[in-house]
C-alpha cells in the first residue's frame, strides 16, 4: 500500500461514518428527541435503619470507643446512657448522609444536662452534646430495612421538544428566507442621509402618463459654439 493511500484511509473512515449516521438520521425522519432525566429521589426522602453506630471519645485519655446500638435500645458506657430513638440514612441517589436521634444521659454528674435531638453524621457541629468528659457523635446507620421507607423512584418524563425550523439565510443581502425559494440580490441604494453611493448604473427612466417614450437625454455639452458651415 501506498503512503498516499495510508493518507486517504482516515478521510475514507469518516466519510463511511458520517453516511451511516445520515442514513440513521434519515430512517426516523431526521426528528429532534428529548431524553428523560435520571430518577432520583426528593431531598426530604429518608430510609430508616434498625441500627446506629456512636462514637464516644473519652477527653481524659483521649480514648475512642465505636459503639453499635440497636434502635429502641439503649447502652451504657462508663457513666454514659445512650439510648438510639431513631436512625435514617439518605437513598442511594441522593448525597451520603446519616441521622441518628439520641437520647444521652450522664449518670454520675449531676450538672450535665440531658440530650435529646439529632446528630448528622457529616455534620457533627449541628448536634453537639454538652459534657465536658464525653465528646458522641453519629458515625452511620446499619442494619436491615426499617421504617420509614423512601418508596420507589418518582417516574421522569422525557420533555417534549417542537420541530426546530432553522431559515434560509442568503449570503448576498442577509435576509430570512423561509420560502425555501432563491431570491436575488438587490441592488445597493444610497442612504437617504448621505454615506458611500452605489456602483451600479442608474435604473432606466419610468414612461410618462401619456404612455409615449421620453426623449433620450441630451449629449454633454462641450463648450464650443456650433457654427453653420461657412
Known sequence: MTQRAMRLLPLLALVSS?????GAWAGDGGGVYGV???????DTAWQGRSEAIVRVL????????????????????RSLT??????????????????????????KAQNVPVFDGWMLATQPSLGVYGNPLYDVQ????????VAPQPGALPPTKAPSLGAIVTPHMDADHQEAQGD?????????QAP??????????????????????????APPSTGASPTSGR
Open 18 to 22: 458520517v453516511s451511516a449516521l445520515d
Open 82 to 107: 445512650v439510648r438510639v430513638m431513631a436512625c435514617v440514612q439518605r437513598p442511594p441517589t441522593l448525597p451520603a448522609e446519616s441521622a441518628v436521634h439520641l437520647h444521652i444521659e450522664e449518670t
Open 180 to 188: 425555501g425559494a432563491y431570491h436575488p440580490p438587490q441592488p445597493p
Open 138 to 145: 453519629a458515625v452511620r446507620c446499619q442494619g436491615q430495612d
Open 36 to 42: 428523560a432525566p435520571p430518577a432520583t429521589y426528593p
Open 58 to 77: 473519652n477527653r481524659l485519655d483521649s480514648h475512642v470507643n465505636d459503639v453499635t446500638i440497636p434502635v429502641g435500645k439503649e447502652v451504657t458506657y
Open 192 to 217: 437617504p442621509t448621505g454615506g458611500p453611493m452605489s456602483l451600479l448604473p442608474p435604473a432606466a427612466p419610468a414612461p410618462s402618463a401619456g404612455g409615449a417614450p421620453l426623449p433620450p437625454p
